[in-house]
């Protein structure tokens, strides 16, 4: 309905215009030129007249053409306008239709409501496509991660590869602990492999995972640090295992492993330490020739006036 609005007044425009057109079109006959020269005195000769004939002949036939042309032209533009009106007065008709079929159904409302949602969806969008470009940059991050863990770990394996006397000798000494320990009925064994997160030490003794079993693992792993830190470093000289490391473990490993530290200690030329409560220490059995009893540090507990400890007293 603009648009056609508009075209009516540029038809409206080009109507009066040709009509304008159709008046200012008339052939002169002479007449007007004739009484002004009356009126300055001068006569003008018959040949003069006879002239204004034959353009007034001339001139009749092209205005005529002209008038022709602009009356058909203004009957085409008029027919324009009345169709322009025409189809005005139809899509007049529809809007007013569609409006009361609009009013009578609540669709503005449902019409704002949509635009509500549709506002909503657009921030959704704008939040999705920034968490788009987060999740871009984190997986570019995490990529550029990604190289430098390789590359670490191509460092860790050249790394390891070069101290395999150092991987060896552990292996060994933990293969001499379990042996002590287990003879050969249970097999065992270390890895150390390399990793992305670091060095992974493995090891494990075969059997189900007691208590006991996962306890000699470690007294193993210990023996083994301890005698790899004595050969490269000289220290620490010692070593300390509670007795919560021997919950589980039969009295007869158990004294296997304090011979074993027994033995860790003079090779590291320092002290191997047991805590144990005396009634666990009286069920070991050890073999011939090892005075175990003669490395007992002999402890009284005497922070009361009566003595024991946090009032609890120890026989």
């Not at 009356?38 to 205005?63: C, M, N, Y």
């Amino acid at each position: 309905m603009e648009n056609l609005s508009r075209e009516a007044v540029t038809v409206g425009s080009a109507i009066a215009h040709i009509e304008q057109s159709l008046v200012a079109e008339d052939v002169s006959d002479g007449k007007a030129v004739v009484a002004l020269y009356s009126a300055a005195g001068v006569q003008l000769p018959e040949q003069v007249l006879w002239t204004f004939d034959q353009v007034k002949v001339f001139h009749e036939p092209v205005i005529s053409n002209r008038r022709h042309h602009l009356d058909s032209q203004l009957v085409a533009q008029k027919r324009r306008l009345a169709e322009i009106n025409s189809e005005t007065a139809v899509l007049a008709a529809r809007r007013s239709e569609i409006l009361l079929s609009l009013k009578g159904k609540g669709a503005f409302s449902d019409m704002t409501d949509a635009t509500r949602q549709l506002a909503i969806k657009q921030g959704e969008l704008a939040r999705l496509e920034n968490q788009l470009a987060d999740a871009l940059l984190l997986e570019k991050g995490g990529t550029e991660r990604r190289d430098s863990e390789n590359k670490l770990l191509a460092r860790l394996q050249v790394d390891l590869a070069a101290r395999m006397d150092a991987v060896s000798n552990a292996v060994l000494a933990v293969e001499e602990a379990r042996s002590a320990l287990y003879a050969s009925d249970r097999q065992g064994y270390l890895e150390i492999n390399a990793t992305a997160n670091g060095p992974e030490f493995k090891i494990k003794i075969d059997g189900n995972r007691s208590g006991g079993i996962s306890s000699m693992e470690i007294f193993c792993f210990d023996y083994a640090l301890s005698k790899v830190t004595k050969d490269r470093h000289g220290g620490p000289h010692f070593l300390i295992h509670d007795s919560h490391l021997f919950d589980g473990v039969d009295a007869r490993r158990v004294a296997t492993a304090i011979e074993l530290g027994a033995s860790l200690a003079d090779y590291i030329e320092g002290q191997y330490i047991v805590l144990l409560n005396s009634d666990e220490f009286d069920k070991l059995h050890f073999t011939a020739g090892f005075d175990a009893r003669a490395s007992v540090v002999p402890t009284t507990l005497n922070d009361t006036e009566t003595g024991g400890l946090f009032g609890f007293r120890f026989r």
